[in-house]
């Protein structure tokens, strides 16, 4: 049986891909894809890519031998496809190391699913080790605004992650085939169980989970913000994902209605301060990061009665393709100005949300 500090191996690797490929193809696709719908497209295809393949590896059961060999060879082929996104190559380039890409993260997130299931004690929180895969990524990747560099970076991250996953299954037996409860390794992406908006008191909570998407989907455009400022769109990245993180680790028990207070109050306030001063992008980042990890973290203290039957990770994919899609659009029809009204959105939502809270509340203490 594997020891436990292989499962969080296993996680900080399979994070530091996810993360990864979020700051390595948003930067490629802002670049080489050209209008605004297309960028958004080549991610909405990878979304969709890494959720059918992770639903189909979560039906197989593959040997570790199995698994190790297409670990490697799906680094090879996304080093190969990233070799030749060269600037001016055009959006079509894109395509072979964003479906590799997609592949090798389902890969990694199959990877945890047998250690976790091999292990001889049931593995704890992922939060830790999902700050270090978030650590891992930044370190490797640099600049992300500097392609020259950042190409060469993600094929070494890609080699690290892809190669220490294959050595942590080194004499691991075959697992049953299964997958998370939220549909992706540790419960990463949103997923939000049936019923789940009849209660307001969760409200803010579905909210935060569902700001990172288009936080990273936007990324490019946040680091644009940093050209003129003292700080650099590398410590502008660390700083986005220290807030990512940092608030579920350095609060792990927090209760769920405070999560939830929180959550709502977070989101309002960083949206309502970045539509009253352009120039609040620090707040806005800090504080739609911590929300997301404060979601995030109270979406993995809850009980699995409660979270709701496993999700397949297909159908979170194509919920939040088409979210992409229609931030795209919207992109393309009115220009990068409507950026800023995604998060001026989330915080008229997530006041809305306190607002419905409490009254819910004030209803069944009269009742």
Known sequence: MPRAWRVEAARALSWALLLGGWIVLTALADRLAGPPLAAFGLIAAWLLALGGFASLLGRLALAPGWQR??????????????????EGAGAAALLPPLLAWGLLVALASSTVRMLRRAAPVRPGRPVGAAAAGALLAWAVLGDPTDLTTLVPRAGALLLVAALGLAALLQGLRAAPPGGCRAGLFDCSLPAWPAGAWREPARWPLLLGALVMLPMMAGLPQMLALCRGDALGPQ???GMHLAAMFLPALLLPRLRPAAAALACGALLAGGGLAAGLDAGAWWWLVLSQGAAWSLAWGA???????????????????????????????A???FGPGVLPAVPFGFAVAAALALACWRRAAVCRAQS
């Open 331 to 333: 992109v393309e029809w």
């Open 69 to 86: 060999l297409l670990l490697s060879v799906v680094a090879l082929l996304a080093l190969r496809g990233l070799a030749g996104t060269r």
């Open 235 to 237: 410590a502008m990245l």
């Open 299 to 329: 979406q993995l203290a809850e009980p699995a009665a409660r979270a709701g039957p496993h999700r397949d990770p297909w159908c979170g994919a194509v919920a939040q393709a088409a979210l992409l899609l229609a931030l795209g659009l």
